[in-house]
């Protein structure tokens, strides 16, 4: 059973940037698509950002153009680029893959956009 642990969030102004990671116990070659979700207070989970194992990408309407998620499969870690910030990606960002699979949900990582 791969184990997913997030890392990289914190609290950063509007218009700022993070970097997450996720690191997987095992390989995520076998996944064939691993997405990154986030969940802020009072609402449901979404898909944000999700890869293939040969890196076809898609997004969210709402942070197309913003951020980039990227896959390296020998180094079993699954990345997201957050570039221009804004208040409403305040979240709590997990990666799993798509669809999620329960076993698969780790502590996620707290992503805070504030001035």
């Known amino acids: 059973q791969v184990q997913l642990v997030e890392s990289g969030g914190g609290l950063v102004q509007p218009g700022g940037s993070l970097r997450l990671s996720c690191a997987a116990s095992?390989?995520?070659?076998?996944?064939?698509?691993l997405g990154w979700y986030r969940q802020a207070p009072g609402k449901q989970r979404e898909l944000v950002a999700a890869?293939?194992?040969?890196?076809?990408?898609n997004y969210a309407d709402s942070v197309k153009g913003r951020f980039t998620i990227s896959r390296d499969n020998a180094k079993n870690t699954v990345y997201l680029q957050l570039n221009s910030l804004k208040p409403e990606d305040t979240a709590v960002y997990y990666c799993n893959a798509v669809p999620p699979a329960w076993g698969y949900w780790g502590q996620g990582t707290q992503v805070t956009v504030s001035s």
């Open positions: 890869s293939t194992r040969g890196g076809i990408t």
């Open positions: 095992g390989s995520i070659f076998s996944i064939y698509k």
